[in-house]
């Protein structure tokens, strides 16, 4: 087991080791990052120890037996996600003023809503081969068009957790990616 809490924070991850038959990470891997992040919390602003909360959102794992049960640890990196954003958009606050921290948000969320009014099937890249089932991709982007305009009905585990089916000729992967990645800082900036 492991165990990390962030001095400044209340963010406590423990994992125990996952049972037989259940989907585990590779301790070590875990550890490390989980140090990594604990200085990077911790370190003073300006110093050079960075960590993102799109870094925590993007990372894996290997799996082995025996390892960090891999549910425990996903759970544990929503958390520490979501104390990074905070701290983040604190920090951006401090620097840009309120006001510019909330324009840029808005410039986001615009942005991405520009792009989900384009006509279902040309919201995104074509992809060169196996790409993101379309139907599945426009009928997901109705619901961020909806949370974009009334700012419920989608939570961030939502979009963190969205699958799309593999499709021939579908959307391209790395651009629908980068769009949810988008949507989730657009809804952590916001404290959903």
């Known amino acids: 087991m492991v165990a990390f809490c962030c001095e400044n924070s209340d963010v406590n991850l423990s994992f125990n080791r996952a049972r037989r038959n259940r989907p585990a990470y590779d301790p070590v891997q875990v550890d490390e990052f989980v140090d990594d992040a604990r200085r990077a919390y911790d370190a003073p602003a300006g110093s050079p120890v960075t960590l993102t909360a799109l870094q925590i959102r993007q990372v894996s794992f290997a799996l082995k037996r025996g390892g960090y049960d891999a549910a425990e640890v996903d759970e544990g990196l929503e958390r520490l996600e979501l104390a ?11 620097k840009e003023g309120w006001e510019g921290w909330s324009q840029r948000g808005v410039a986001a969320a615009e942005d991405l809503r520009d792009r989900l009014l384009r006509q279902p099937r040309d919201r995104f890249r074509k992809a060169k081969g196996a790409g993101y089932k379309r139907s599945e991709v426009d009928a997901f982007s109705e619901r961020v068009l909806d949370y974009l305009a009334t700012g419920v009905g989608l939570t961030v585990r939502d979009v963190r957790f969205v699958t799309f089916t593999a499709q021939r000729g579908g959307y391209d992967e790395p ?10 800082d657009i809804m952590l900036a916001k404290g959903s």
């Open 175 to 184: 651009q629908v990616d980068y769009a949810l990645d988008v949507l989730i």
């Open 84 to 94: 990074f954003a905070e701290a983040e958009r604190e920090a951006a606050i401090e």
